[in-house]
């Protein structure tokens, strides 16, 4: 069985160069690589030699005495930190690279909540202790306060003969029975290490190890680590007959082959196999896996078998998503939790069909998911939404060489979102001729953070339970704009109240119709509020500077707590929204000359502060977007006709509820 391991960190921590070492150190490449002289095996992209950074995750393979293990080398900078997340599906266990010099930055903080939330074990790299601003100690100190980690400190080569008084010391703090054993004399060393075994694998304890990748330092220390707490022993995997994977990522080859990346946690696959997958409609659909491969840097081979544990590579399947679960048991993914904050418009040359540029885009977002495309007909405006500027290069870069293709984009702008602040019933009805579908339901508002959620009260002998379900899938199939700034929802509770279908004239796209119209004329009537997304902060900073940085979140709109002084330095936590605070990272290092830091995390998004002003910036008119349309559809004297949202109520079938 192969485990899989995960590098992380945040940019130019050195986890590039600890993944080259490892490599080099277990014989899989003839010479370790470096970033600056462009010549890495897993940064082999154009785009990552230009610019010294990871932007895709690869994977490459290695063997450490008889255990296989296979490392994912994730993107740092947080502009690629969808990629990042989506590699996690495929883990068994993470190296979190953090620099003794810069230490603790805000994407490990979200490297870290990311594993903490999916329960995986890690071990942390303090790397560049060669440096003379390097103060690992420190580091230490700050883990265990902020992320209340249990930390055992890794020194020396742990062996199933011999392991030193001190790392025992360490583990027995987290553990009776070593403590117990240890205070009697009575410590077996295989015993031992098979309790420390579990406190790692159970994410107890997080071993530390100290080095310099650039230099090899810690490499021997770090495959000893692997080689007793993450082998194909300690790794739980299913062996059953019966194949489940998940999906985290998919490409496209230089043919335009669809490939779809997998983790095999369950059973074995083989080519022709016939799997069961949910299509994006939450129908089942049986694929045949055309061919397998399996990837070691940008090389890869075809195999005859995927088992239990490894990560390979299929054609043939085409609806499936990163996140979706197939084969036994299979189901849809459930989404992520990095999004998007920022959008831009794609700007192209008009002598070009506005559909081909629409499907290289569309095929990008197949790839890179958290691109949500979206596209206005009438206006032929292609807009996608994007983590930061630096995506925004690669994606123009990786259209010209992929596509040749020269596009740029409009400048980025905050993505916003929209919610209601009161209940109300939204009734859509979609009846042209030989077509019927009617929806009530109710629009209620919800909790911050918990997105678009769904329910139903409706009987099932007043609408059958497989339309109920169709309706559920509606709802959650597209971004529902919102009327103000036509902004997507979000934080909505949904209620199927009723619904009518016919029996003789209701087809599959009907409900899908009505719904978009019943939320659409929910909103129209619902007291709507403006969000805008926020983040939290933490700032550390010397004294000198703390009455500026207060004068300064006050400027920018945020909001802090009691600061905390300790030896001259003091900390500021709060929030603050991302439009003003993003452009402050950069005036806050230039004033403390770099001795300051800022950890930035998402929030959640708030009533917007000056939403007046953004609405009249936007001038959205939300009657005259006939994409997304409140109006219904109703049939006399066999012929169609449309009801204005505002008269619509009187018109429907069903009798209307009125909220409270």
């Known amino acids: 069985m192969t485990t899989t391991i995960g590098i992380f960190a945040n940019v130019d921590a050195g986890k590039t160069t600890l993944s080259e070492q490892l490599l080099y150190s277990c014989g899989t490449i003839r010479q370790a690589g470096r970033v600056d002289k462009k010549n890495t095996f897993l940064d082999y992209n154009d785009m990552e030699k230009s610019r010294g950074i990871t932007i895709f995750a690869d994977e490459a393979h290695f063997q450490i005495g008889e255990n296989k293990y296979c490392i994912i080398d994730t993107p740092g900078h947080m502009d690629f930190s969808g990629e990042m997340e989506r590699s996690i599906l495929a883990i068994d266990c993470a190296v979190i690279v953090i620099s003794s010099v810069e230490g603790v930055q805000s994407h490990t903080e979200t490297i870290w909540k990311l594993l903490k939330k999916h329960n995986k074990p890690f071990i942390i790299f303090l790397n560049k202790i060669d440096r003379e601003a390097a103060n690992p100690d420190v580091v230490i100190s700050y883990i265990k306060d902020s992320w209340k980690c249990n930390i055992v400190n890794i020194n020396s080569t742990l062996?199933?003969?011999?392991?030193?008084?001190?790392?025992?010391?360490?583990?027995?703090?987290?553990?009776?029975d070593i403590m117990n054993d240890y205070l009697a004399g009575t410590i077996d060393v295989r015993n031992f290490i098979s309790k420390c075994q579990k406190l790692v694998n159970g994410s107890a304890v997080y071993p530390v190890i100290k080095g310099s990748a650039l230099n090899g330092t810690g490499i021997d220390l770090l495959k000893n680590v692997l080689s007793v707490f993450f082998n194909d022993k300690c790794i739980k995997q299913d062996d059953n007959d019966n194949f489940s994977g998940v999906v985290y990522k998919v490409r496209h080859d230089k043919n335009n082959t669809r490939i779809t990346f997998i983790k095999v946690i369950k059973g074995k696959l083989k080519p022709r196999d016939e799997i069961k997958c949910v299509g994006l409609n939450n129908e089942e659909k049986i694929y045949k896996i055309n061919d397998i491969r399996q990837y070691n840097g940008q090389k890869s081979c075809q195999i005859q078998c995927a088992n239990v544990g490894d990560l390979c590579a299929v054609t043939g399947l085409s609806d499936v998503k990163p996140g979706d679960i197939i084969g036994e048991n299979a189901e849809k993914g459930h989404g992520f939790s990095l999004i998007p904050l920022m959008s831009a418009s794609v700007i192209y040359d008009k002598n070009i069909n506005v559909h081909k540029i629409l499907s290289v885009?569309?095929?990008?977002?197949?790839?890179?998911?958290?691109?949500?495309?979206?596209?206005?007909?009438?206006?032929?405006?292609?807009?996608?939404e994007i983590m930061g500027e630096m995506q925004l290069e690669t994606l123009k870069t990786m259209i010209k060489e992929r596509f040749e293709i020269d596009i740029s984009f409009g400048d980025s702008e905050i993505l916003y979102r929209e919610t209601i602040?009161?209940?109300?019933?939204?009734?859509?009805?979609?009846?042209?001729?030989?077509?019927?579908?009617?929806?009530?339901?109710?629009?209620?508002?919800?909790?911050?953070?918990?997105?678009?959620t769904f329910n139903s009260v409706c009987p099932v002998d007043i609408l059958s339970q497989n339309y109920q379900n169709l309706i559920r899938t509606h709802v959650f199939e597209k971004q529902h704009k919102g009327v103000l700034t036509g902004s997507p929802v979000t934080d909505i509770?949904?209620?199927?109240?009723?619904?009518?279908?016919?029996?003789?004239?209701?087809?599959?796209?009907?409900?899908?119709?009505?719904?978009?119209?019943?939320?659409?004329?929910?909103?129209?009537?619902?007291?709507?509020?403006?969000?805008?997304?926020?983040f939290n902060f933490e700032i550390s900073t010397d004294d000198v500077f703390i009455g500026r940085v207060l004068i300064d979140i006050k400027k920018l709109g945020g909001e802090y707590e009691t600061p905390e002084c300790d030896n001259n330095v003091t900390i500021i936590k709060g929030r603050c929204p991302v439009?003003?605070?993003?452009?402050?990272?950069?005036?806050?290092?230039?004033?403390?000359?770099?001795?300051?830091?800022?950890?930035?995390?998402?929030?959640?998004?708030?009533?917007?502060s000056n939403s007046e002003d953004v609405i009249a910036e936007k001038n959205y008119n939300p009657e005259a977007d006939v994409q997304n349309t409140a109006d219904s559809v109703f049939c006399s004297h066999g012929s169609g006709y449309v009801v204005k949202w505002n008269e619509a109520k009187e018109k429907m079938h069903l009798t209307v509820e009125e909220t409270n």
């Open 159 to 176: 062996t199933e003969e011999n392991v030193e008084d001190d790392i025992i010391e360490e583990f027995a703090l987290y553990d009776d």
């Open 361 to 384: 885009f569309k095929q990008l977002e197949d790839e890179e998911m958290l691109l949500n495309v979206s596209f206005n007909e009438e206006l032929h405006n292609i807009n996608i």
């Open 421 to 452: 602040n009161n209940n109300v019933v939204g009734c859509g009805h979609f009846e042209p001729l030989r077509h019927y579908a009617e929806v009530h339901l109710l629009l209620e508002k919800g909790d911050r953070g918990s997105g678009i």
């Open 493 to 534: 509770k949904i209620t199927l109240l009723s619904g009518r279908s016919h029996i003789k004239h209701t087809e599959g796209g009907d409900f899908r119709e009505a719904v978009y119209r019943a939320i659409r004329h929910g909103l129209m009537y619902a007291e709507s509020v403006l969000l805008e997304p926020w």
């Open 579 to 608: 439009k003003t605070m993003q452009s402050y990272v950069k005036e806050f290092m230039i004033f403390t000359k770099g001795t300051g830091r800022i950890s930035l995390n998402f929030a959640g998004y708030y009533p917007c």
